[in-house]
């Protein structure tokens, strides 16, 4: 597989890195990270013309396993389409792409990024001109927010940043242009000795984290937020069936942050955050102010999901070995 058209190959010296992607799969060559170049005219890179994924592979008894990965490169080319990429790639290709460059670098568990960008033919707003591009980076990625976070429960800040609305920027499309937003708002929580952020949207409702989805528990109702502007969570579509297979009542609602403050417990929920109870948001407790038994137990079920440890869920589970 190969890109629809490719950049001429960089001849710039090799770099330095500390994010240990090892081997990077660029537009169908499996080349080292130092390899993987691009032009400083890259148009992505001025205008926030890419959009990407993020996945995770996990240590299984069959070796490295990747969680819903086809859902992934579904939602990566919508998120193409929403921009009016014209893509060439199909969503198994991708998924191949990925499984290859797991396996290329001997991985057992790790976070995954494919991205799609434009080129750099052209430095106009308009990329009519400029060729897509396609890369998969492997990370090996532990606890995102932390493990204290995750055993205490993180410390959310209802950010000064709003989530922007559907007709100011395609909220449904993980492009990199949106997540000034997210790196914005997470700088400002982490400032101010808070762990994530919390993101209201233009009418006040809360949306989400940085880049996480919010659920609740009130009674004995999980309550999955609405998606408005949100993002379509893969992770969020998993805890509501899971949640519902353990016999619990699960709700989509819109909510004001005082509902959130009110609550029995708050958890967030990511592919890169997994399952994270909330302690507090804007130093309210929420509950005893400590991670809640239901996170926790979801929390648990969900990583023993993830790991392919309860046959029940094996189709959310690409083996790379088989
Ligand atoms: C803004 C935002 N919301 C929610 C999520 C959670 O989505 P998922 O569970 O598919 O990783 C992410 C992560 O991709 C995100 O970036």
Not at 163 to 175: F, H, L, V
Not at 276 to 283: F, G, H, L, N, V
Request: with cysteine.
């Amino acid at each position: 597989m190969s890109a629809s058209t490719s950049e001429s190959t960089s001849t710039a010296p090799a770099t330095t890195s500390s994010t240990n992607a090892g081997l990077i799969w660029f537009d169908g060559r499996i080349v080292p990270e130092a390899e993987a170049t691009v032009s400083v005219l890259t148009h992505a890179m001025h205008y926030g013309t890419s959009v990407f994924e993020g996945i995770r592979a996990y240590e299984s008894d069959r070796g490295a396993a990747v969680f819903r990965l086809h859902e992934h490169s579904v939602r990566l080319l919508e998120s193409a389409k929403i921009l009016g990429m014209k893509t060439t790639w199909t969503a198994e290709q991708i998924d191949q792409a990925i499984v290859d460059t797991i396996k290329a670098n001997e991985r057992v568990s790790c976070y995954i990024r494919p991205l799609i960008w434009y080129g750099a033919e052209s430095l106009g707003v308009n990329p009519g001109r400029n060729t897509l591009h396609l890369m998969v980076a492997t990370l090996p990625w532990g606890i995102y927010l932390g493990d204290d976070a995750v055993r205490k429960g993180a410390a959310l800040m209802t950010s000064s940043w709003r989530r922007s609305s559907g007709d100011i920027m395609p909220t449904k499309a993980k492009a990199g242009g949106n997540y000034v937003n997210s790196v914005l708002a997470n700088a400002e929580a982490r400032d101010n000795g808070f762990d994530e952020a919390l993101l209201l949207d233009k009418e006040g409702y809360v949306a989400e984290g940085s880049g996480e989805n919010i659920f609740f528990l009130k009674g004995d109702t999980l309550y999955a937020l609405a998606h408005s502007v949100n993002l379509r969570g893969i992770t969020r579509d998993t805890v509501i069936q899971l949640a519902r297979d353990m016999g619990t009542r699960v709700e989509a609602t819109m909510a004001t942050r005082d509902e959130l403050y009110t609550a029995d417990e708050v958890f967030m929920v990511g592919t890169a955050a997994e399952v994270t109870p909330i302690a507090s948001i804007d130093r309210r407790p929420i509950g005893p102010g400590v991670a809640g038994p239901f996170g926790l137990a979801m929390r648990e079920r969900y990583l023993e999901v993830v790991s392919g440890k309860v046959a029940a869920y094996h189709d959310w589970l690409t083996f790379v070995h088989d």
